[in-house]
């Protein structure tokens, strides 16, 4: 461990990943315990509505079953909103010029702000899970598949803010991905209900969802079931997370929009 | 071996459907622990240059070296000799100075370097603000702290694009003694700047940039000696002939004309005494840089 922090320490991934994680860290009452306050008034609504009308799985009531969802889908925005708002802010304001004048490689930029968004979504993630499993804890009945997609999908979606943020050249644009692909993506993925309840069409379309394998695989670590294979689950968002990955390094390799 | 050497260097870009030569070509070498100065109207380049060199931006043709080492192949090497102050008064507003420059030397490994930093507030006036936070900041304090984080690892080539551009005389003083020092103790520095009396005082070698392209190169002191007139300078609130207000520089009240001998100075004051022109604190003294400057730009090379 020592070794590999030495390492980012040499690459300068770790001051840069410090940096980015104390930047959401001093409005933590904004970037992390607003989130959870959200998160738990969706399920104190959605679960006050719904209790007791739907059952998903046999035996999982309807405010256990949201919680998973809950828990990911705001690790996941949160994930997101990290890397894109520190970026697209840096590159507004102009401050992004003290890193570029820097010898840091575009691996050590990706390092640091995937795993700063990593550390944001998993703060949130674990707030909401907190908070709201003191409602109705969930349980864990497989919790290494918990892990493994948590981890997963603050990397993705870590990856995709990057993306977003080295695209957007002010505020609109990143309201405009985070409007109009990150929302409708997580709302669409299951969080409120299981797949199975939709018609075929909608069935469908989820099923080419990524954010619908993370959802569903992460749930499978509280309940043990699940409505696809978790492996299944795993193929498809570890491609997603490699391929977006790939994308974002190649970006930032060639310095588009930040080095003109 | 050059400390920067440009060679050959172009760069396009489309704007508004209209491809933009910025720079056309421009090659020249800045020596080991020389105060360099590029010069030139805004437009002329000088940013985009300097943005080539420290790798905010690539050329679209031709090569730049720090220390031998290629800008762009060799990008860690350069950055690390290289400290740049940029021209925009740029902050991160979540950190206060101290937490600014300490990150910023992170960035280059050096994660030890508290003695140092100290140091650099100390001598730029920053002491009693390390604790602040950088939004707390007059503009020429942030200024101070954009010249502080250029210099957090040492670097042996200081490049300052404008740096005094709308800074107070103290502002000014502080830092050009400092930088001053700094060349004698060996780093090489890079200068734009607007103010032509800042560049007559510290640089030994000048250049100069005029519409992408390098139209003089020389010592300072040639650049002087090669404008071999001297000025009329005098005080009028009278509009001036004609004849005179072609080749005349006029700031204010203050009227310059060059004048080559006692011959020319004559026939000018006797074309105002018949345009009964009334002049007051007149006096003859010799070109300095803005002359030189102005008669390049005008393209007549006295």
Request: aromatic share 10%; charged share 15%; proline share 4%.
């Amino acid at each position: 461990m020592s070794g590999l922090i030495n390492a980012l320490r040499l690459s300068g991934a770790w001051p840069l990943f410090v940096k980015e994680v104390l930047r959401f860290w001093k409005v933590a009452f904004q970037t992390v315990a607003a989130p959870v306050l959200t998160a738990v008034l969706y399920l104190l609504i959605f679960g006050h509505v719904l209790q007791g009308k739907v059952e998903v799985f046999n035996g999982v009531g309807y405010t256990r079953f949201l919680i998973p969802g809950l828990v990911m889908m705001s690790l996941l925005q949160n994930a997101f909103a990290n890397s894109s708002s520190s970026l697209v802010q840096s590159k507004i304001t102009g401050n992004l010029v003290f890193l570029l004048l820097t010898p840091l490689s575009h691996r050590a930029w990706f390092v640091a702000y995937v795993g700063a968004s990593l550390v944001r979504g998993l703060a949130v993630g674990l707030g909401v899970f907190l908070v709201t499993g003191w409602f109705a804890p969930p349980g864990l009945a497989e919790p290494w598949w918990a892990v493994i997609f948590a981890l997963l999908g603050g990397s993705l979606l870590g990856a995709l803010g990057l993306i977003a943020g080295l695209w957007a050249e002010k505020f609109d644009h990143m309201a405009v991905f985070q409007n109009f692909i990150i929302m409708p993506m997580t709302f669409l993925s299951g969080v409120f209900y299981s797949v199975h309840s939709l018609p075929p069409f909608w069935l469908g379309l989820s099923h080419l969802n990524p954010f619908f394998y993370l959802i569903d695989g992460f749930r499978r670590g509280f309940f043990g079931v699940s409505d696809v294979s978790p492996w299944l689950s795993l193929g498809v968002v570890g491609s997603a997370t490699l391929g977006v990955s790939l994308i974002a390094l190649h970006l930032l390799k060639t310095g588009y929009k930040i080095r003109h | 071996m050059s400390a920067v050497s440009f060679q050959q260097v172009t760069k396009s870009y489309v704007s508004a459907g209209r491809t933009v030569a910025a720079l056309q070509g421009v090659s020249f070498d800045i020596q080991e622990g020389e105060f360099f100065g590029l010069l030139g109207p805004n437009g002329a380049g000088k940013t985009t240059l300097i943005s080539i060199l420290a790798g905010l931006s690539r050329a679209t043709t031709g090569k730049v070296t720090v220390r031998g080492h290629d800008v762009v192949t060799d990008y860690a090497f350069a950055r690390r000799q290289l400290g740049v102050v940029p021209q925009e008064l740029v902050f991160d507003p979540f950190f206060s100075v101290r937490e600014a420059l300490m990150i910023q030397s992170a960035y280059f490994g050096l994660n030890k370097n508290g003695a140092w930093v100290d140091e650099l507030l100390h001598h730029l006036g920053l002491s009693d603000k390390a604790d602040a936070n950088m939004r707390q900041l007059s503009g020429g304090m942030k200024r101070r702290v954009l010249v502080a984080q250029a210099l957090v690892h040492k670097p042996p080539v200081i490049v300052l694009d404008e740096p005094t551009a709308g800074v107070d005389v103290e502002l000014r003083q502080t830092l050009w003694q400092f930088i001053a020092r700094l060349n004698k103790d060996g780093h090489t520095v890079l200068l734009t700047t607007h103010y032509l009396e800042e560049a007559e005082a510290l640089c030994h070698r000048i250049g100069m940039l005029k519409q992408g392209k390098l139209v003089a190169l020389d010592r300072t002191s040639a650049l002087l000696a090669g404008t071999a007139h001297t000025m009329l300078r005098f005080k009028t609130d009278d509009p001036l002939p004609a004849a005179l207000a072609e080749q005349a520089r006029i700031t204010g009240r203050i009227v310059q004309l060059p004048a080559h001998d006692a011959a020319e100075i004559e026939a000018i004051l006797a074309t105002l005494r018949q345009s009964q022109c009334r002049v007051e604190d007149l006096e003859i003294g010799r070109a300095d840089l803005e002359d030189v400057f102005l008669s390049i730009m005008q393209g007549v090379h006295a």
